[in-house]
Nanobody, 124 residues
Framework: QVQLVESGGGLVQAGGSLRLSCAAS????????MGWFRQAPGKEREFVAT????????RYADSVSGRFTISRDTAKSTVYLQMNSLNPEDTAVYYC?????????????????WGQGTQVTVSS
């Protein structure tokens, strides 16, 4: 089992920044891929970004590319999502997820472990 705990959400004005954190525990993650997803009210959960725990393989959704950066600190077992130039369309609950494989994946069904989510609200 892998436990994931997100933090760092909050209320921010348009154009502002937030950094989300996802603390992972329970297993060695060297053979895992981590992802961030988000779900806005009335919408399906959508892919945001992914990173391989060992290495630097990343991918971003088109809607956040150039504004968001995913990274991880293996010593702290933590994955981050730096979000810049936020706009109201970024308002959602953000979830951290873990996939027990290193291959690229942006379908939420490919991830086995999920955090409880953290709310991000961007005001105009």
């Amino acid at each position: 089992q892998v436990q994931l705990v997100e933090s760092g959400g909050g209320l921010v004005q348009a154009g502002g920044s937030l950094r989300l954190s996802c603390a992972a525990s329970g297993r060695t993650l060297s053979s895992y891929r981590m992802g961030w997803f988000r779900q806005a009210p009335g919408k399906e959960r959508e892919f945001v970004a992914t990173i391989r725990w060992s290495g630097s393989s990343t991918r971003y959704a088109d809607s956040v590319s150039g504004r968001f950066t995913i990274s991880r600190d293996t010593a702290k077992s933590t994955v981050y999502l730096q979000m810049n130039s936020l706009n109201p369309e970024d308002t959602a609950v953000y979830y951290c997820a873990a996939r027990p494989a290193t291959t690229m994946a942006w379908d939420s069904r490919s991830y086995d472990y999920w955090g409880q989510g953290t709310q991000v609200t961007v005001s105009s």
